[in-house]
Each structure stands twice: as structure tokens, then as C-alpha cells.
């Protein structure tokens, strides 16, 4: 996690996961693997395969650009994403009447899997990893991400057989979970 520049618009000094948007060259670029089958079937539900595939890319991308870790394996300069290390988690979508929006999908992927040097690119500070107890204690955490925490939390203590198939949750609006069908 990684506290948010002071000169963001969007949530300034908040801690926060890395993430950002798909960009367009993220529906052609190459993987080393598939995103696993209930990944790719939980991010189907709401958009097309290639945009699921597009996501996959760009959370491994964007992992590289905001804490220089690497899913995959690093080509001139460009990650080749492992997306069968990626499990879909849940989705938070922000209220219409808001400025500035997202519909973000929150996925996760063992520690182990990443590799390099952890260091930010500037966009998130204090880049490193929070043990839970000090992530929530720290007062810095938006509503919405203490919950996405929450959600990661109860997948964590899964047996991994019941990763695949479960309820997962979609947060609308007020931060309200629903279960998202």
C-alpha cells in the first residue's frame, strides 16, 4: 500500500492499493498465462472478455508503474504479466452524483509471486508493505478501502477450495456491500 501524492485531486493522502485505469494498449498485450477460470468469470459478469483480460493486464502493469514489482517477467522495460496469479476479490463503483468516479475491480495475488525492488514511481509515498493491524489503524484509509480490506480479509480466510463460486461482493453508492450478481 502507498499513501497518496498531496497533489491528487482524486483522494489526496489517503492510503491506498496501487491501481489506476485500462489503458488502450492493455487489450493487446502479451501474458505469460490466463487469468484463472473464476477470476475471469467474476470480472465477465459486468464486461466483455477482452475488456476482463484488459483489466488483468493493467492491475499487473499498474502494479509495476506504482511500486516497481513485477508480476510476470520484465521484457525491455515492459511486464509480461502471470495472470493466472490473480484473484478477483470485489468491485466498488462511486455514487453518480460524485466529480470524479471509477467502477474499480480489486484483485489480489500472492506476495511471493511479485518480484524487484519495491520502490514507487512517485505516485504513491510511504510505499511498503502495512501489516493490517497498522493499515487500519492509521487513519489514513478511505471508507472504501478499510472495506475492500475487509473483503480481502474474508477471501484470506477461505479455504482456497472456496475461493472459486462464492458470493462476492459489489460496494455501490454509500459504500453499501451488495452481492454482486
Given at each position: 500500500?502507498?499513501?497518496r501524492h498531496a497533489k491528487h485531486r482524486f483522494m489526496p493522502h489517503a492510503l491506498v492499493f496501487p491501481g489506476g485505469r485500462v489503458d488502450p494498449t492493455d487489450h493487446r498485450h502479451p501474458s505469460l498465462s490466463d487469468l484463472p477460470h473464476d477470476t475471469l468469470g467474476y470480472?465477465?459478469?459486468h464486461t466483455t472478455p477482452g475488456r476482463a483480460r484488459a483489466i488483468g493486464i493493467a492491475a499487473v502493469r499498474e502494479l509495476h508503474e506504482e511500486t516497481n514489482l513485477v508480476l510476470g517477467e520484465l521484457r525491455g522495460g515492459q511486464v509480461v504479466a502471470a495472470l493466472h496469479h490473480l484473484h478477483y476479490i470485489c468491485r466498488a463503483i462511486t455514487p453518480p452524483p460524485r466529480n470524479i468516479r471509477f467502477h474499480a475491480r480489486f484483485l489480489a495475488a500472492p506476495a511471493e509471486a511479485a518480484h524487484g525492488?519495491?520502490?514507487?514511481?512517485g505516485e504513491l509515498e510511504t510505499l511498503r508493505f502495512f501489516p493490517v493491524a497498522e493499515a487500519q489503524a492509521s487513519g489514513r484509509m478511505a471508507n472504501i478501502t478499510a472495506k475492500v480490506l475487509?473483503?480481502?480479509?474474508?477471501w484470506l480466510a477461505l479455504p482456497a477450495e472456496h475461493h472459486a463460486g462464492r458470493d462476492v461482493v459489489a460496494f455501490r453508492g454509500q459504500d453499501t456491500p451488495m452481492v454482486d450478481r
Open positions: 500500500m502507498g499513501v470480472l465477465q459478469r525492488e519495491l520502490k514507487g514511481s475487509e473483503q480481502f480479509l474474508h
